[in-house]
């Protein structure tokens, strides 16, 4: 299974699918593909509407970043309303002025381009959980598919099952087998029946798991195909090494060291003091004369206190060289580790399907020959009727595990990954 590469340009186009939207509820019996699925989870999901909300509030933090300091109306009333000499000698002034900052160094802009940089940060990781969420849904569907396949081979195991007690039933009716063969034959039946009933219940918890993404309780859908798909041949470690330097997981770095930037700048820009000013006039009530009163206020010693904070962003932007390293070797032992399972999950798979199966599935129907003539007995049958259940069960779990892999490539890099397009033909029934 692959994250089509529409579906991947979902991923980093923003406004794709209005997270607003309602899911809505999948109708009685209708088939769900996995573009369906996507465009479910893209509308109904909470984490992107959540997004959505923080972005607003984001987009009014800019707004008062931006904002120049207000002005100040000032007034004050001196020496008034005094008693014995004061008020004999002084008489009541009374002022009135305007008063602000003049902010210095380009503090504004600083600020502005700090919460900016939030919102740049705020858009990449919501590609990133859009991301992340078509990767969960393509898990979830993937698992609902193996478990219809696990159910297909349940219900095979039961029609052989089925059909040795029938050939048991005739030996014993013939004399040429004891009761003890019938019996045993329908514990194996009884046995098959029981995995029947665990696998219906599985892929109607691996369902409803798919439907939780967009809110549905009761799924009452259907797969569009009940198998998981074929491994095709992937891109070579060297193209996805290449993919993993623009993956999404290290994109962030570049949004968190613009925003340390950023910060950075508003550090420094705080080493030039800001002025304080105020311009009014004073009215003298003893003259009933009028003057001009102005002030200029700026505070000393700007650059030794906003020393510690520019020193403490430039160390966050050396922090974040040395972490965005550790992440891409970690995510590159990540793409190593996936893409040898995807490998050697197809090469099991191809296996099975081209060699083991066939040969079991050769083997017991010449078992089921010799026993139905009475050339063999029933334990030869019996064992083949096993390992055929098995290697069906370990083929189908070779091929979810590789697509897990895949599905974590693609989540990893953002990209779609196939080398060469390939049937689904589906594990062999």
Known sequence: MTLRPAALAACFACACLSGMLAALPAQAGEILELEDAFARVLRAHPDLRQMDARRSQLGYERAQAAQAPGIQLD?????????????????AEFTVGLSSVLERGGKAGARTAVVQGRIDALDNERDMRRLD???????????????????RIALEDIRQREEAVALARRRQQ???SPASLVLTARAALAESELG?????????TAL???AA???????????????PPALPEIAPIARLEALLRDAPELARFADQRRIAEARLQLARSASRADVDWSLGVRRLEADDDVGLVAGLSIPLGSRRRAAPGIR??????????????????????????????????????????DDIIPALQRAERDARAAFERGAAGPLEWTQLQDSLVDARERQLAAAVDGQHALIELQRLTGQPLLATPAPNPGPTP
């Open 75 to 91: 007034a004050s009333l001196e020496n008034a309303f005094g008693s014995g000499d004061l008020r004999a000698v002084h008489a």
């Open 213 to 227: 993404l967009w809110g549905e309780h009761s799924p009452s859908f259907e797969l569009a195909v009940d198998a």
């Open 312 to 353: 403490m962003a430039e160390a966050e932007l050396q922090l974040l060289s040395v972490e965005r390293e550790s992440r891409s070797l970690s995510l590159y032992a990540t793409l190593v580790e996936a893409h040898g399972r995807y490998r050697l999950a197809r090469m099991e798979a191809m296996r099975f399907e």
């Open 196 to 204: 029947l009933e665990r696998s219906s219940q599985r892929q109607a």
């Open 174 to 176: 013939a004399g040429a």
């Open 208 to 210: 409803a798991r798919l």
């Open 133 to 151: 969420l078509l990767a969960e849904t393509a898990r979830r569907h993937l698992d609902a598919l193996a478990a219809a396949a696990r159910r």
